[in-house]
Each structure stands twice: as C-alpha cells, then as structure tokens.
C-alpha cells in the first residue's frame, strides 16, 4: 500500500499514467507516460497541492513535540550536546575520515570538533558562502554537511536553538552557488536533501499503485526498467562530485543496499540522461560491484555468531569493524526494492522519507522561511515522468513547444515572498 494512502489521492494520479515499453516516439525510452485523459491537469495539480496542504500540517503538529520557545546557544555553549554528538559521529566521520572507514569507535567520537558545535561557529560559515563564486572552502562544505547529518538522524532541537538566533540564516546554504553555473557544474546546499527524499518518496508511491509492475502475480513489466525508477536510484544514490560530502544520499543508500561508488553514473551527466530507461539498472553499476555482496543486520549477526564459536566476543567484534563489515542494506531482497519481502522495510523507509521532509519544513519554517511544495511536487513528477519537448531537424530542442497543449507542464510566474527558492522566476503547472 502507498504511503499516506488514506489521505494522498495517489491511485488518482497513477490512473493518468501508463507503461509503456521502449517508446519509440521517446528515442526508445521505457517509463510510465502521461495518458492526456480530460481532467489530467486538475486532478494531477490537486494533488500538488494535497501534498503541499499535509506537509504544511504535519510539520506544525512535529513543532509542537519541542518547546514553544527556544532559547538561542550562547556565545561560549556547547548547543550540540554530548548525546547528539555520539549519535552523528559515525556519519560525521564518512565525510572527514573517508579514507579511514575502519576508523575506532572512539577515534570517530572525537571527530565531532567542540568549535563545531559552538554558535561562533556557525555564524562564520553562513556569512562567508556569501563571498564565494564556485569555490568552497572545506570548512564551509563541513558545515552544510554537519546540518544534513543533525536533519536525517532527526537531531532537530539543537538546530531550532540555532534558528531562533536573529543572526542565523539558513536559507544561505539552502542553495548555492548563488549565480547560474554551467551544466558541468553542481550545486551544493542542504537542499539535497530534500530533493533526493522527496524524489524517492514519489517514485515509490507511484509504483505501488501500480502492481502489474512488481506484484509475482500480476506482474506484467517490471518497475525498475522505467527511465523513472533509474533516474530516482541515480540520484539518490551516486556520489556527488567525487568527493565525501553526501550525506544526503545515506538513508537512501542505506535502504537500497547501494555502496559509495557502486552507481557509476550520477544523474546530472549527460550520458546518463540518454541512458535512462534505455536498459536495465545494473547497466548502472561500476563493474568493479557488479558480484558485490552489501551485507544487512541479519547477515552481520550471523557472522558475529560464527566468529564467536571461536573467537572471543571482543575480539570478534573487533574484527568485523577492522573490516568494516556492518549493515549496508536494510532490504532482505536486493535489487528489487518492491519485493513483497521487503514490505516492511519499505514501510519503515517511506516513514522515514516523510520524516525527513517534515524536519526539512519545520525547520526553514522556524528560520523566517517556507517551501513552494506544491512546485517542488509538480517539478519532480515532471522530471520523473513528464514529456521531453520534441527536437528539431537539427537536433536541437524547440523550447517554445514547452507551452503547447502537447506538453502535461507549462510555465508561469511565481516569485513569492518568503520562499527559500524565491530566486525563482518559472515554475511548471500541470496542464
């Protein structure tokens, strides 16, 4: 069952599209296509905005679980506690230690730095983005990764002190470069993770709605062959810029089983978007992983039980970190993600999915600032199943058919005030 079933319209949405296999009048490309059926535009945009109307609400009603007024870290304080702290250690290290990931428990706790953890700070990182074009120095991208790791393990508290200080900006990292870059080149920001959760979190519910694509029984084609499902996997998955700073794609690698390097395409090339939908994914994967085994708890468990038929129980576990053997994947199935025995495990991660984007709206909220959901919906869903324009005889794409009735998007105006996003100037409406 899709998430939220009882309130999201999502059989609804999912009635306007359908699969199609190798679409020739799309280079080939195998996905779920909008039907053009009467009524697409309304009821898809309804949906947006169903969306947008929920999580506005969920994210008051998580407010309430801390206390109305938050108190800002003093200059000298600590406001990232010793328990917050243990918690992201882990994390915290695969970005600064990545070369070491057999590094000591104890080693990772002090990775953590006490300046890190301090108002100061903070105050200094968020001001000097400003004066940077496209280069970032490390302490810079420490600190928006620092961010990301408190949102996903849900260490919300100490950053809603941090919001409430009049000086504290957050919407400045939200984004940036703040000029427009080539197509060579990425963003960064703490935006990611809203963009890889929310990508995944439609993705998933869309297929669940429709079992001819995974159900053993009704299974008609298989999900994971659409251009969609590829994109999602890619970009929730791939390591950004060859370097360590993505914590964004953790909770996603971790459900998936997907190891740091394994996807050897990210989403953003040029190769990879003519790619997709063209194959199956393991067409994504580095062929150094393609026999990879990516272990779970169970596996990991029953290893540690193993060693100790021998081997001390210190000892054992000693091992098993040395070799950096711990749990990678959280679905029994591999590479089939809708697995019926991997329901479980999906219901947890599509939980956690909302969860994060929850803390991701409470928190901008917090700081004087608020998300366009229902754009930041519609713009997925077009990027996962809408229409390309068709090219031109020289290969070119002709931009002025973007508006026509052919297209299941069009463009308007929608500068607002207050929205992180506000630099803005278009978004896409479902037609």
Not at 44 to 55: K, R, W
Not at 111 to 117: G, M, Q, S
Not at 166 to 185: E, G, R, T, Y
Not at 372 to 396: C, I, K, N
Request: with cysteine; glycine share 4%.
């Amino acid at each position: 069952m899709a998430h939220q079933a009882h309130v999201l319209p999502w059989h609804t949405i999912a009635d306007h599209f359908r699969f199609v296999y190798a679409n020739k009048q799309s280079n080939g490309r195998t996905n779920l296509y909008p039907t053009f059926k009467p009524g697409q535009g309304k009821q898809l945009q309804q949906f947006a905005q169903d969306f947008a109307t929920l999580i506005n609400h969920a994210s008051t009603q998580e407010r309430r679980r801390y206390p109305e007024h938050l108190l800002p870290p003093t200059e000298d304080e600590l406001f990232i506690p010793d328990t917050t702290a243990k918690h992201v250690a882990k994390t915290v290290a695969s970005y600064k230690l990545p070369d070491n990931p057999s590094t000591r428990q104890d080693e990772r706790a002090q990775v953590l730095k006490d300046e890190e953890r301090k108002l100061r700070y903070w105050l200094l990182h968020l001001f000097e983005v400003l004066y940077h074009d496209y280069e970032y120095p490390t302490e810079i991208r420490e600190c928006v990764e620092l961010l990301k790791t408190l949102v996903v393990h849900g260490e919300v508290e100490p950053l809603l002190r941090l919001v409430s200080h009049p000086d504290i900006n957050l919407a400045a990292i939200w984004s940036f470069p703040h000029i427009p870059l080539s197509n060579k080149c990425r963003e960064f920001g703490w935006a990611d993770v809203k963009n890889c959760t929310l990508m995944s979190y439609l993705c998933f519910n869309m297929f669940l709605v429709k079992p001819e694509l995974w159900d053993p029984v009704a299974r008609m084609y298989d999900y994971r062959r659409t251009s969609a499902y590829q994109k999602m996997l890619s970009h929730c998955t791939s390591t950004r810029w060859n370097d360590n700073y993505d914590v964004c794609t953790h909770p996603h690698r971790l459900f998936l089983g997907i190891e740091k390097g394994m996807i050897a395409m990210p989403s953003w090339s040029h190769l990879a978007k003519e790619r997709m939908g063209m194959g199956p994914p393991s067409s994504f994967i580095d062929a150094r992983y393609r026999s990879w085994y990516v272990p779970t708890a169970a596996d990991v468990s029953y290893m540690l039980s193993v060693l100790r038929t021998k081997l001390p129980t210190e000892l054992a576990l000693s091992i098993l970190e040395a070799a950096d053997y711990i749990p990678k994947r959280q679905v029994p199935v591999p590479n089939d993600p809708l697995h019926a025995d991997n329901a479980e495990e999906l219901k947890k991660y599509m939980d956690s999915c909302w969860d994060i984007l929850v803390r991701v709206d409470m928190l901008l909220k917090a700081n004087g600032k608020w998300i366009d959901w229902e754009y930041e919906v519609t713009e997925v869903m077009f990027e996962l199943w809408g229409v390309d324009p068709p090219r031109t005889s020289d290969g070119h794409r002709e931009m002025s058919e973007v508006l026509t009735v052919h297209e299941w998007a069009k463009r308007t105006d929608c500068r607002k005030e207050g929205e992180v996003d506000g630099w803005r100037k278009m978004r896409r409406v479902f037609m």
